[in-house]
């Protein structure tokens, strides 16, 4: 079983920066990969970034490229997602999810995530 409790969340102005956190259980972290999920108000969960379990390799959805960045530390069992220029359409529960199926390469189906956070509220206003 496998514990994730994402920090990091809070209300900013359009342009801020915000890095989330995600603090995992279990000894096995750098085995998982792992990823950030959003949802809206009224709207359906999306992908936002994924990370190998080495760290090596990233993606990222359209949406956030270029001003998310994904990222781990294996030796802290804690996962990133630092988010610059923000915008008001990023207004969202952010979740951290963690995939024991998944063996290297990041996914951005939900239903590949065997593990999630209680999630994190990012309100960005205008």
């Known amino acids: 079983q496998v514990q994730l409790i994402e920090s990091g969340g809070g209300l900013v102005q359009a342009g801020d920066s915000l890095r989330l956190s995600c603090a995992a259980s279990?000894?096995?972290?750098?085995?998982?990969?792992m990823g950030w999920f959003r949802q809206a108000p009224g709207k359906e969960r999306e992908f936002v970034a994924a990370i190998s379990g080495s760290g090596g390799t990233t993606s990222y959805a359209d949406s956030v490229k270029g001003r998310f960045t994904i990222s781990r530390d294996n030796a802290k069992n804690t996962e990133y997602l630092q988010m610059n220029s923000l915008k008001p359409e990023d207004t969202a529960v952010y979740y951290c999810?963690?995939?024991?199926?998944?063996?290297?390469?990041?996914?951005?189906?939900?239903?590949?995530?065997?593990?999630w956070g209680q999630g994190t509220q990012v309100t960005v206003s205008s």
């Open positions: 999810a963690a995939s024991v199926q998944l063996r290297s390469r990041p996914s951005p189906d939900a239903g590949k995530y065997d593990y």
């Open positions: 279990g000894r096995t972290f750098g085995g998982y990969v």
